[in-house]
């Protein structure tokens, strides 16, 4: 039988319609794959593995490390926000790598940088390994590492950049003035405190009209709708003034903070309520709080630090502490909503102290 050339075109034709089709699926899969793969990897840049020969390539560049434990269920509960944490920075173009290391598999590394409880989250910068200690949240460790990883001290070079700032930090450190030893003791304690806040210079010229210091140099700090200024012969050492006053006067406390406020040396003076349950007495002493701590700063500063805290924080912070600090909680002074009586750290300075304050705060306010 003869076949036409129509005809056997038309079986070729047929004969190589599966195969095609077959080699476009394969192609598909394979660029799917490749896809695939390489957002995998691109997820894993984000977040490094480390291991013990980090110690010795790690020197040029700034690390946040989260050293971990596999089995903590703390370090589980950070990863997901440890992941988002290396996608924040790596999208903003940040200098700051993002790694993880098991301390458990690498203990002896784990141990030179001091970690003594998981997880630990550390900033590493030069020859420098500066803690983190706040709350385990994507914004507060992104913003920690960008201040960190950024100079000591900061330029405020116009009034437009002052603002700004005022806007966006509750508590502002400002050094004003030329070259002295003051502001040699100013960028030293910046180097050690910048963990906790950020720390600026200025001329006097940034600072609106209603702004006097009596003398320059100065260093001052800008809270609670009022500024006060670091006086070298009332308030110690500069780096003890500015440990105590780098919180506002009156805050809501939570766990982290409670353990924060135990490196000021300061009495912590609490409102404890029952955020779930907003009694009157609850708002009536919140409110004496706040008055005593705003009215009678002068007198209370030095040594007292007044806020309040939900009653199930209060009472699971001491119970479990604060993940991966081994700072001990401060001696507190616990106000209760139900009775308005309060329990203060046995000691005589203590007490006497207290004795004062709620005199004043339960005459002198006449609530």
């Not at 010795?56 to 903590?72: E, G, H, I, K, S």
């Not at 690498?106 to 200690?133: C, H």
């Not at 070079?157 to 930090?169: L, T, V, Y």
């Amino acid at each position: 039988m003869r076949i036409s050339l129509a005809q056997f075109s038309s079986c070729i034709s047929c004969l190589l319609l599966f195969p095609l089709e077959a080699m476009a699926e394969v192609k598909a899969s394979l660029i799917c794959g490749v896809i695939a793969a390489f957002l995998a990897s691109a997820v894993l840049a984000f977040v490094e593995d480390l291991d013990d020969t980090f110690k010795d390539t790690r020197v040029n560049d700034v690390w946040l490390v989260d050293f971990y434990a596999p089995w903590c269920g703390y370090c589980k509960k950070l990863e997901p926000v440890w992941h988002d944490v290396g996608v924040e920075l790596k999208g903003s173009g940040s200098p700051v790598r993002v790694g993880k290391m098991d301390a458990t598999a690498f203990s002896g590394m784990a141990s030179e940088f001091g970690v003594r409880g998981y997880p630990t989250i550390k900033l590493l910068k030069g020859d420098l390994a500066y803690n983190y200690k706040g709350p385990r949240t994507k914004d507060d460790i992104v913003e920690f590492a960008n201040r960190v990883a950024g100079p000591a001290v900061r330029a405020l070079p116009s009034k437009q950049m002052f603002e700004h700032m005022m806007k966006r930090h509750d508590v502002l450190f400002v050094y004003v003035g030329g070259e002295s030893p003051l502001k040699e003791k100013y960028h030293d304690v910046a180097s050690e405190l910048i963990v906790y806040t950020y720390f600026f210079s200025a001329s006097e010229e940034v600072f609106p009209e209603s702004v006097t210091l009596p003398e320059l140099p100065a260093v001052v700090v800008f809270k609670d709708g009022a500024y006060f200024t670091y006086d070298e012969y009332e308030d110690a050492s500069l780096s003890s003034w500015v440990n105590k006053e780098r919180f506002q006067g009156y805050l809501q406390i939570d766990g982290f903070t409670l353990y924060e406020l135990g490196e000021t040396g300061k009495l912590v003076a609490i409102a404890v309520i029952d955020e779930k349950d907003p009694a009157e007495d609850s708002g009536r002493l919140k409110t004496l709080i706040q008055r005593v701590a705003k009215e009678y700063r002068e007198h209370f500063n030095r040594d007292f630090q007044f806020g309040h805290m939900d009653g199930n924080d209060y009472i699971n912070s001491l119970i479990m502490g604060a993940p991966g600090n081994s700072t001990p909680p401060p001696p507190p002074t616990i106000t209760h909503t139900s009775s308005c009586k309060s329990a203060c750290a046995k000691s005589r300075i203590a007490r006497g102290i207290y004795e004062e304050f709620a005199d004043k705060a339960m005459h002198g306010l006449n609530l």
